[in-house]
T-cell receptor, first 118, second 115 residues
Framework: KAGVTQTPRYLIKTRGQQVTLSCSPI?????VSWYQQTPGQGLQFLFE???????NKGNFPGRFSGRQFSNSRSEMNVSTLELGDSALYLC?????????????????FGPGTRLTVL | AQKVTQAQTEISVVEKEDVTLDCVYE???????LFWYKQPPSGELVFLIR??????QNEISGRYSWNFQKSTSSFNFTITASQVVDSAVYFC????????????FGKGITLSVRP
């Protein structure tokens, strides 16, 4: 199976602009999660989508939003970019995404999109 | 609140040495998963292992082994006979109760293996 793919791989934007990142999960995976990785804060969970619905959300401002399509592909949008949004944005997919209890889902990550805000 | 602590930030070893990466976690939940991921310079997080909270058996996979001890809330990772290709950042992570896809990561350990 092909792995998780993310586009674009690199992006340069200026403050105030908005950006949309795309993630295609492993075929058959219905859960897609997004993470932000920065040198200072490390890896932080943004949100998770399952069957086109946001199921979990991290502690990020409303400028960060996402959506998932019927084919499980997901997009993440950041509006009014700030310098601090410069980061590696990682997408992960899993095969069940069942919340709670013991399930078999493991998250597999894509290569990330490196966003630089000038 | 959940927390994962990787106290070691950087480790440097010579090829063929054994190295242990430490991970200590905090959670109030009784059902959870622990993970280790490897991040090479390319940036992609590579899944290494998942362990559920009810399975304390140690696991060995080739040169890799993991020691899970609930009594000390630790999930340590040992690489035997390290190789240059093992050089990467290694992350330990803990799943959120009721949300297995929401992971809390440690800060990561940068492992450098010198020839």
């Amino acid at each position: 199976k092909a792995g998780v793919t993310q586009t674009p791989r690199y992006l340069i934007k200026t403050r105030g602009q908005q950006v949309t990142l795309s993630c295609s999960p492993i075929s058959g995976h219905r859960s897609v999660s997004w993470y932000q990785q920065t040198p200072g804060q490390g890896l932080q969970f943004l949100f998770e989508y399952f069957s086109e619905t946001q199921r979990n959300k991290g502690n990020f401002p409303g400028r960060f939003s996402g959506r998932q399509f019927s084919n499980s592909r997901s997009e993440m949008n950041v509006s009014t970019l700030e310098l601090g949004d410069s980061a590696l944005y990682l997408c992960a997919s899993s095969d069940q995404g069942v919340g709670g209890g013991l399930s078999t889902d493991t998250q597999y990550f894509g290569p990330g999109t490196r966003l630089t805000v000038l | 609140a959940q927390k994962v602590t990787q106290a070691q930030t950087e480790i440097s070893v010579v090829e063929k040495e054994d190295v242990t990466l430490d991970c200590v976690y905090e959670t109030r939940d009784t059902t959870y998963y622990l993970f280790w991921y490897k991040q090479p310079p390319s940036g992609e997080l590579v899944f290494l292992i998942r362990r559920n909270s009810f399975d304390e058996q140690n696991e060995i996979s080739g040169r890799y082994s993991w020691n899970f001890q609930k009594s000390t809330s630790s999930f340590n990772f040992t690489i035997t006979a390290s190789q240059v290709v093992d050089s990467a950042v290694y992350f330990c992570a803990l799943s959120e109760p009721g949300a297995n896809s929401k992971l809390t990561f440690g800060k990561g350990i940068t492992l450098s293996v010198r020839p």
